[in-house]
């Protein structure tokens, strides 16, 4: 079992950027991979991008790609969101979720355990 909080939302202009936070307690972090998912009012849970337990393999969607990146500090027990360039339809709840190590997927359904989620509201 993993607990995971997210962290680094709020406000920002289109174009800006924000970078978000999930520290993870519990298990040994390098032991899970860990993804980025959002979701927005009305809006299915969607994929934003994932990264290995070593931060060696990373994917993403591909709405964010050039724009995001996904990183982890498995000393800090961190995974990281940078975001930049951001557009309206960024807006969301953004949440961190971990899988099992033996898993590296995109499917939502293939994470157990989830933080309680961050809000990013873009503006004009």
């Known amino acids: 079992q993993v607990q995971l909080v997210e962290s680094g939302g709020g406000f920002v202009q289109a174009g800006g950027s924000l970078r978000l936070s999930c520290a993870a307690t519990?298990?040994?972090?390098?032991?899970?991979?860990m993804g980025w998912f959002r979701q927005a009012p009305g809006k299915a849970r969607e994929f934003v991008g994932a990264?290995?337990?070593?931060?060696?393999?990373?994917e993403y969607t591909d709405s964010v790609k050039g724009r995001f990146t996904i990183s982890r500090t498995n000393a800090k027990n961190t995974l990281y969101l940078q975001m930049n360039s951001l557009e309206h339809e960024d807006a969301a709840v953004y949440y961190c979720?971990?899988?099992?190590?033996?898993?590296?997927?995109?499917?939502?359904?293939?994470?157990?355990?989830w933080g309680q989620g961050t809000q990013v509201t873009v503006s004009s």
């Open positions: 979720a971990s899988t099992p190590c033996s898993v590296f997927t995109q499917d939502i359904k293939g994470y157990d355990y």
């Open positions: 519990g298990r040994t972090f390098s032991n899970y991979h």
């Open positions: 990264i290995n337990w070593s931060g060696s393999r990373r």
